[in-house]
C-alpha cells in the first residue's frame, strides 16, 4: 500500500493526515491534530506561533511512520498547505526573523488605500486579478516596511524587513524546514499581489511600482523564491528531521499549497457547480480555465487566484465561520468552559430564520475579540430587537453567512458566464448541517456536503498522482474523491 502525508495547517487547527491510496480510492487517517489561532505578542500584535505548530508537525510526522509501519504502508511523499497570504521572514543565517505576523494584524489598517493612490487598484486587477482584501501580502509588506520607527534598513516598520535576506509563505516556509530547500509554490504565491495572473510567474512590473511606494521594497524582487507548480519534487527529509520523525528520505512534494487551492481541487465539483470552501473562510466561487480581468469583475471584488493544472479559483472571500467561532470562544471565556457546538446549532435550527441580514463582510469583523457585542451591534443598528440569547445571535449569523454565499454564487455566475446547477460545500463547516441547509434554500441550489476535510484530501491526491499511483486530470482525482467519501446532499428548497 502507499501513503502520502498531508500536512494542513489552518487558522483554527493543523493536522497531519496518512494518506493510503491505492488508485482508486483514498482513505485519510488522521495521526496528529493541533490547536492553532492567532497569539498577541508583548507588544500587541498578532502572530502565529510558528514553533508550536512545527512541534505539532514533528509530533503527527512521527505518528503518521508508527501508523504506515502498523499498516504495512510506504510512505511516498510530504505535502504541505496552510492559509494563504502571511509568510516568514529568513535572515542571512537562514533563521527567521520574528515569528510570521498574522493578517488579522491591524498594522494593514489604511495601508492598501496608501498602496492604491500610487498604483490604482485596476492597475493592479490588471495584472494580479485580486480582490481587495486589506491583508493581502503586498499591503503586509508595506506596513512592515513603513517609514516611521527606527530600525530597518527599508527605512523603518517593524524593523523585520530591513533584517530579511528571503521571504517565505507559510508552507514553504514549513518545507524549507523539512528540506533546507527554498521554493515558492505558485498557487499560494498567486495570493500575494505579486504574481502575474496570466503568466503564472512574479510581476515584474508590480514589483517594480511596489519600490517606487517603499524604497526599501527595492529588494523584494532578490527576496522572493523560484515559482515551482504542484506535483515538483522540492526535496528530501532532512537528517535531523529524519531523526525527529523517525521517517525515511522522504521525498517532500509541492502541493496545492494555498489551503482553498487544495480543498478546490478535491470539492467533487461536475456540470457547473459552484463551490463553497467553508472553514474560518467561506471561499465562493467557480473553477475556470482563464482569469476574468474585467471592469465589472473588479468591482464586484471577484479574486482570480491560482489553482491546480492552470485553472483559476474565480471566488469572493465570505468571512465566513470565523464569525461564529469567534462568539463561541468568547462564550466559552465567559462561561468558563466549552461550548456545545452541535447544541447551539441545534438551537439555532429552532429560531426563526430571516429576522434581519448583517453583513458579515464588514472589516468591523476581521479583528479578534468580542464578537458577540460587536454582531449584537450591527443587528441593533438594522434596527431589530433580538432575543437575548446565544441561539439567536448564532441563527442571524448562519443567515448573514447563507445570504453571503448566496449572492457571491449568483454574481460569479453572472460575471463569468456560467449557469451554476449545483454547490459544493467542501471543509469543516460542510459538517454544519444548518449552515448548508440555509445555503441551499438562499442560493436556490441544491447543496452537495463533504468532503471535511477536502484539503488534506486534495493535498494527498496531488502528491499521489506526481509519483503515478493516480493518473488524470482533476476529473480523475474528483472521481477518486466521490469513490472514497460520503456525501450528504440538501435540497433547494425547504
Ligand atoms: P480552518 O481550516 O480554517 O481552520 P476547518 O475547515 O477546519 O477550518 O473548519 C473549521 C470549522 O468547522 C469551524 O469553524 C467550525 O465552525 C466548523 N465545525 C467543526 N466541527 C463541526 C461540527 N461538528 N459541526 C458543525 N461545524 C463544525
Ligand atoms: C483560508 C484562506 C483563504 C485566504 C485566507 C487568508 O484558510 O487561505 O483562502 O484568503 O485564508
Redesign the pocket.
Known amino acids: 500500500m502507499t501513503g502520502f502525508v498531508a500536512v ?1 495547517l ?4 493543523g493536522r497531519v493526515m496518512l494518506g493510503v491510496v491505492d488508485g482508486r480510492r483514498a482513505e485519510l487517517v488522521e495521526c496528529g491534530r493541533f490547536p ?1 489561532g492567532p497569539v498577541t505578542d508583548d507588544r500587541g500584535a498578532l502572530r502565529w506561533d510558528v514553533q508550536a505548530l512545527w512541534r505539532g508537525i514533528v509530533d503527527g510526522l512521527r505518528s503518521a511512520g508508527d501508523v504506515a509501519r502498523e499498516r504495512g504502508v510506504e510512505i511516498r511523499g510530504i505535502g504541505v498547505d496552510s ?1 494563504a497570504v502571511d509568510y516568514g521572514l529568513l535572515d542571512a543565517a537562514g533563521e527567521l526573523v520574528a515569528d510570521p505576523h498574522c493578517y488579522r494584524d491591524p498594522r494593514t489598517d489604511g495601508v492598501a488605500d496608501e498602496v492604491y493612490r500610487q498604483i490604482p487598484f485596476a492597475d493592479h486587477y490588471a495584472v494580479n486579478g485580486l480582490q481587495h482584501l486589506p491583508f493581502t501580502t503586498e499591503f503586509q509588506l508595506v506596513a512592515g516596511a513603513s517609514t516611521g520607527s527606527a530600525g530597518s534598513a527599508g527605512g523603518g516598520g517593524d524593523g523585520e524587513w530591513g533584517k530579511a535576506e528571503q521571504l517565505l509563505l507559510l508552507p514553504d516556509l514549513v518545507t524549507y524546514w523539512l528540506t533546507g530547500r527554498r521554493v515558492a509554490e505558485v498557487t499560494n504565491a498567486s495570493t500575494t499581489g505579486l504574481l502575474d495572473a496570466r503568466s503564472r510567474t512574479w510581476s515584474t512590473e508590480l514589483l517594480d511600482r511596489l519600490a517606487a511606494v517603499r524604497p526599501g521594497l527595492g529588494a523584494l524582487r532578490d527576496r522572493l523564491p523560484e515559482l515551482v507548480e504542484p506535483g515538483a519534487v522540492v526535496g528530501h527529509l532532512l537528517p535531523e528531521v529524519r531523526e525527529a520523525t523517525g521517517l525515511g528520505e522522504v521525498p517532500v512534494l509541492a502541493v496545492a499549497s494555498h ?1 482553498t487551492a487544495s ?1 478546490v481541487a478535491a470539492a467533487p465539483l461536475g456540470g457547473s457547480a459552484a463551490y463553497v ?5 467561506s471561499l465562493v466561487g467557480l473553477e475556470l480555465p482563464a482569469p476574468v480581468l474585467t471592469e465589472a469583475s473588479r468591482a464586484a471584488n471577484f479574486t482570480n487566484e491560482l489553482g491546480l493544472d492552470g485553472t483559476v479559483r474565480y471566488l469572493r472571500n465570505v468571512m ?3 464569525v ?2 469567534e462568539c ?1 470562544r468568547a462564550w466559552a471565556a465567559e462561561d468558563g468552559a466549552p461550548v456545545d ?2 447544541g447551539l ?1 441545534a438551537a439555532a435550527a429552532t429560531e426563526p430564520g430571516g429576522r434581519c441580514l448583517v453583513d458579515v463582510d464588514g472589516d468591523e469583523f476581521l479583528a479578534p475579540g468580542d464578537m458577540p457585542r460587536r454582531v449584537a451591534e450591527a443587528v441593533a443598528r438594522l434596527g431589530i430587537e433580538l432575543p437575548d440569547r446565544r441561539s439567536a445571535l448564532a441563527r442571524v449569523i448562519l443567515d448573514s453567512l447563507a445570504a453571503a454565499s448566496a449572492r457571491a454564487i449568483a454574481e460569479a455566475s453572472s460575471l463569468a458566464g456560467v449557469v451554476v446547477d449545483a454547490v459544493h460545500v467542501v ?3 460542510s ?3 444548518l ?1 448548508c441547509r440555509l445555503t441551499a434554500e438562499a442560493a436556490g441550489l441544491p447543496v452537495v456536503a463533504g468532503p ?2 477536502a ?1 488534506a484530501l486534495g493535498n494527498v491526491l496531488v502528491q499521489a498522482r506526481a509519483v503515478g499511483v493516480v493518473s488524470g486530470g482533476l476529473t480523475a482525482l474528483r472521481d477518486v474523491v466521490r469513490a472514497s467519501v460520503t456525501l450528504r446532499r440538501y435540497a433547494a428548497v425547504s
Open positions: 494542513d489552518g487558522a483554527t487547527s492553532n492559509w489551503d480543498a470552501s467553508s472553514g474560518t473562510w465566513g465561520l470565523w461564529l467561532d463561541v457546538l452541535p446549532l471543509g469543516g463547516g459538517q454544519n448541517e449552515l471535511v476535510e484539503t
